[in-house]
């Protein structure tokens, strides 16, 4: 794949940053699905920009509960460099859930049931996120999702914006 300034990819993640600067996110997550040559490689890795504190942050959150689903040795939360992290005006992080390549992660990913694990693990670090940093992640009036006991009422506006992966 041509990742020049003017190929398909590159319009793709300037489109991301488009739709992220007019829907203003207080957190701009985006997910993923990790591949490896080395099918040994397990985990959820969540990248953050080096330069942004917030997005550090929000990163071990996601990190601490998707660890709990997909325990593995590859789990942590890296900066890196990438396009959606370094041209993003919001705090944001980019999830690899696991690695399509080791049968444990891919079970998790491909499996009903494990997808739900992976949402919710996602829901309660937001939450989490919002009680601990209000100003990071703030609630909305037109979602309340059921959460786990103590966390009903909560709000958090998700907002999904299919397209294609960046690695």
Request: glycine letters at 8%.
């Given at each position: 794949?041509?990742a ?6 590159h ?15 207080d957190?701009?997550v ?16 969540v990248?953050y920009h080096p ?9 071990q959150?996601i ?13 942590a939360?890296?900066?890196?460099d ?21 049968p ?7 499996d ?12 309660r ?8 940093e209000?100003a990071?992640?703030?609630p909305a009036?037109?979602l ?5 006991p ?18």
């Amino acid at each position: 794949m041509s990742a020049g300034p003017g190929s398909r990819y590159h319009r793709d993640l300037r489109t991301r940053m488009a739709v992220a600067r007019r829907l203003g996110p207080d957190l701009y997550v985006s997910l993923h699905a990790n591949a490896s040559r080395h099918p040994q490689m397990n985990g959820a890795v969540v990248f953050y920009h080096p330069g942004r504190a917030d997005g550090r942050r929000a990163a071990q959150r996601i990190l601490q509960e998707l660890a709990q689903v997909v325990p593995g040795n590859q789990n942590a939360a890296l900066p890196a460099d990438l396009f959606v992290l370094r041209e993003n005006p919001y705090p944001a992080v980019l999830v690899e859930l696991g690695f399509l390549t080791h049968p444990r992660d891919r079970g998790i990913l491909t499996d009903p049931d494990g997808q739900k694990s992976l949402a919710g693990a996602l829901f309660r670090a937001l939450v989490r996120l919002h009680a601990q940093e209000p100003a990071l992640v703030q609630p909305a009036p037109d979602l309340t999702p059921a959460g786990p006991p103590g966390e009903q009422g909560r709000r958090v506006d998700l907002r999904l914006c299919p397209t294609h992966g960046e690695p």
